[in-house]
């Protein structure tokens, strides 16, 4: 099986599992009558904390194996862009939007993907792909100005906030490929949420989530949601997506967002979320965008084997 068709079938399973995980953070929030059980920040250290235990022996022998000492800087941001942060970035941008919205907003990554390729790589660009960011641009702007439409009681700080998830998962995947291939993508995963423990333990601790595993009638329905969160679209996934990057490159890694909002609005349909014409229409104005910025890739793939 070559490289590319390895990259194209886990490109698809990724895009199964973290087009799900946007209904399981509402579900780990709310519960089926509409109660909250967890709060944003509750459900984010929470996923990050059982993630980046169930991973700790991996990284233990990650650390062991550490090549350079500057490249605790590069696990840092990964661990912080790349898992941390949007965990309660998107957490957060859920207590105001659908999670159908949420999911096809994350198709702004392969554009910002594509300009920090440009902009800190100085990577030359193709007309295609200036094309593309600017359609893109235009598609993420209308596609705000039309969220609220759909919004529970967010404005527009909730949209924006997924917008910065989507950023920072840019910065994580380039560190990734080019700071970072000289290791197993199991020791980038385990050893960047390793970074992330504390942290989140802290977070765990002071904002009494405990308590309310212990006490809330509805705690076990918001904790399967986590823990299915924790363990596959976060641990597993993220060792995937690894993967992929080593496979294929940043860009293309990042194209499991073309396919990712399809999952997250029908399974957000199937749960009664509310979208609407303008939302669909600005979505596909963006994926039109990202398949021209991706269109070098794409026919230079299918040149090579």
């Known amino acids: 099986m070559t490289n590319a068709l390895k990259s194209w079938i886990l490109l698809i399973i990724l895009s199964i599992i973290w087009g799900s995980s946007f209904i399981l953070m509402k579900k780990a ?13 509750q459900v984010g250290s929470l996923r990050m904390l059982i993630a980046s235990t169930v991973l700790l022996p991996w990284a233990i022998k990650g650390w062991r194996a550490l090549k350079s000492k500057k490249d605790v800087l590069f696990f840092f941001v990964v661990g912080t862009c790349g898992s941390f942060l949007p965990a309660f970035l998107f957490t957060f941008a859920e207590t105001g939007i659908t999670s159908g ?18 902009l800190v790589l100085r ?15 235009i598609g993420i702007i209308l596609l705000v100005l039309t969220g609220q439409k759909s919004a529970l009681s967010g404005d527009i700080i909730h949209i924006f906030a997924v917008v910065l998830a989507t950023l920072l998962y840019a910065i994580s995947l380039s560190t990734i490929k080019y700071k970072l291939s000289h290791y197993t993508s199991l020791q980038v995963t385990s050893i960047s949420l390793s970074l992330v423990w504390l942290p989140s333990l802290l977070i765990v601790i002071f904002s009494k989530t405990m308590s309310v595993v212990a006490s ?5 329905e918001g904790l399967t949601a986590i823990i299915l969160l924790a363990l596959i679209g976060t641990a597993l996934a993220t060792v995937l997506f690894n993967i992929t990057i080593r496979l294929s490159s940043p860009l293309f890694a990042s194209s499991v967002t073309y396919l990712m909002p399809i999952v997250s609005v029908f399974i957000g349909w199937q749960f009664n979320e ?9 979505m596909l104005i963006i994926l039109l965008g990202v398949l021209l910025a991706n269109l070098p890739l794409f026919l230079s793939r299918f040149k090579t084997k």
């Open 274 to 282: 509310v979208i609407v014409r303008e939302q669909i229409g600005s």
């Open 216 to 220: 809330h009638e509805f705690a076990k």
């Open 101 to 118: 919205l949420a999911g096809m907003l994350n198709s702004f990554t392969p554009i910002f993907t594509l300009l920090l390729t440009f």
């Open 123 to 137: 990577q030359r660009l193709y007309p295609s792909q200036y094309l593309g960011v600017s359609i893109g641009t």
């Open 29 to 41: 929030m709310y519960s089926s009558s509409g109660e909250t059980i967890f709060s944003s920040s």
